[in-house]
């Protein structure tokens, strides 16, 4: 966890340096590698060290061998639950991703996360009280809000709605009714304002 916090500081301080106080997310590319017609590469970020130097480096390596990272990041469900606009460290977080990403000439996939990473049976980061399946009226509205938020931030020209979902219908299978209608009302939500957004899980 100490080492997650200091990779979110440093991308922090990573912007503050470079980016003088401008708060503009990147365009989307005229000429997307996704429209190439080619086999487009792509790599998750995962700096071998906790330093300013080996982000740097790590990102500028995967643009030498890669086309797009995947950003992939778990729900700020206390940030979204009240709605789409707001500042929270998730935001300003990935918003930090996507301006380095487009230094180094890479596109990018967004997915929302709901679930543990090392364990896909179960939540993660759910506040106190909050109970653990996607029928609950706060996970749903977090988690469409995050997703729109992303869609209307980002313009991402793929978005995924969950990671390895089979694994927590196959613990939970009478929640999967669940979690397919809620993929349903984001699904149409992001089609009505973003149709060219490829969604998948």
């Not at 590698?33 to 790599?43: E, I, K, N």
């Not at 090392?118 to 469409?144: S, T």
């Not at 999967?176 to 984001?186: C, P, R």
């Amino acid at each position: 966890m100490k080492i997650q916090r200091f990779f979110i500081f440093l991308f922090i301080l990573l912007f503050t340096s470079f980016a003088c106080g401008n708060t503009d997310i990147p365009p989307t590319p005229e000429n997307s590698v996704f429209d190439s017609g080619r086999t487009a590469y792509g790599f998750f970020p995962s700096p071998p060290q906790a330093t300013l130097e080996s982000v740097l480096n790590h990102f500028e390596t995967m643009s030498q061998h890669g086309d797009f990272i995947l950003i992939q990041q778990n729900t700020d469900w206390e940030s979204f639950v009240n709605g789409i606009d707001g500042e929270s460290q998730t935001r300003t977080d990935l918003m930090n991703q996507v301006k380095l990403a487009s230094q180094n000439n890479l596109e990018y996939i967004f997915v929302i996360d709901a679930l543990n990473g090392l364990n896909r049976r179960e939540f993660i980061g759910l506040p106190e009280g909050w109970e653990a399946n996607f029928a609950n009226p706060n996970i749903r509205m977090a988690y469409k809000n995050y997703a729109l938020w992303v869609v209307q931030t980002f313009h991402p020209r793929y978005l995924g709605l969950a990671s390895e979902i089979n694994t927590y219908m196959d613990a939970y299978p009478d929640d999967a009714k669940n979690f397919i209608s809620l993929y349903n009302e984001i699904y149409a939500l992001i089609k009505s304002i973003a149709p060219e957004t490829q969604i998948f899980v």
